[in-house]
């Protein structure tokens, strides 16, 4: 999602997530060094969301949530927002809809990523990061690929839906949603760990639009190789600078 929302006041945990961004970008460095496969790039991507939610459960304890969260299943404001994601995520989430989507619900998603498509090709990507588009990945609700979905996906909560519903769907800012900031801070930090492991590691599209990109890695049967290889396949969904 755009529009980054940063916490305000002191943030003692910081020096923590900046170790998990440092050792992350090192590490996924260092792998792909060794293997550049389809297993290893997937890797990255598993690697990172089972980072997050490990850091995420730690952290309950000395930093828990000051009230309940609102977040729910069927409480969808936030995935009207521009996912921003990496190639890595997108790869994934592209084999998992692979494995696990039946015939109609490929058909479906197809339909929706056209849909998506042909809606922020008309726009700037400004003009789509206020557009509200729904995420072709959204069906009734729910994340139609919740296991695997986007770090920023995971990182998104708030106290207050009322809140989301009028600062997403009416023109606001996210930084009016009030949120527990430890997964807002350590999804930063891994996102970033990640786009500058892959841009380090020779792959030039740090920041990539989930909805454009994810129709981009399901047009091809073999989007990890050709990506791997140094083919552009994400290059209409980059986003290199957040400008229009
Ligand atoms: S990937 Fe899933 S959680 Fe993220 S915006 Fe799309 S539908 Fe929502």
Redesign the pocket.
């Known amino acids: 999602?755009t529009g980054t929302k940063l916490p305000e006041g002191r943030v003692p945990l910081q020096p923590l997530f900046d170790g998990l961004r440092q050792h992350l970008k090192k590490t996924t460095v260092e792998s792909l060094a060794v293997h550049r496969t389809p297993q290893r790039v997937r890797a990255v991507a598993d690697t990172v969301n089972e980072a997050f939610e490990s850091a995420v459960t730690g952290l309950k304890t000395p930093a828990p949530p000051e009230k309940p969260l609102a977040c729910k299943k069927g409480c969808?404001h936030?995935?009207?927002?521009t996912?921003m994601t990496d190639a890595a995520t997108v790869l994934r989430?592209a084999d998992y809809v692979r494995e696990t989507f039946g015939r109609a619900e490929r058909t479906l998603l197809d339909m929706r990523m056209i849909v998506y498509e042909d809606k922020a090709e008309k726009l700037t990507q400004s003009q789509r990061s206020m557009a509200r588009l729904?995420?072709?990945?959204?069906?009734d609700g729910?994340?139609?690929?919740?296991p695997v979905?986007?770090l920023?996906?995971?990182s998104?909560n708030s106290y207050d839906a009322e809140a989301c519903k009028k600062q997403i769907h009416g023109g606001g800012s996210t930084r009016e949603i009030p949120s527990w900031n430890v997964p807002w801070l350590l999804g930063l930090a891994l996102d970033s760990g990640v786009k500058e492991a892959l841009v380090e590691s020779g792959y030039a599209d740090g920041d990539i639009e989930?909805g454009l990109g994810l129709k981009a890695a399901l047009d091809h049967p073999n989007s990890s190789e050709r990506w791997l290889a140094g083919d552009r396949i994400f290059a209409r969904a980059a986003w290199k600078a957040r400008k229009p």
């Open positions: 999602m969808d936030c995935c009207h927002l996912v989430i729904p995420c072709p990945l959204l069906v729910a994340c139609t690929a919740h979905r986007p920023v996906c995971r998104f989930l």
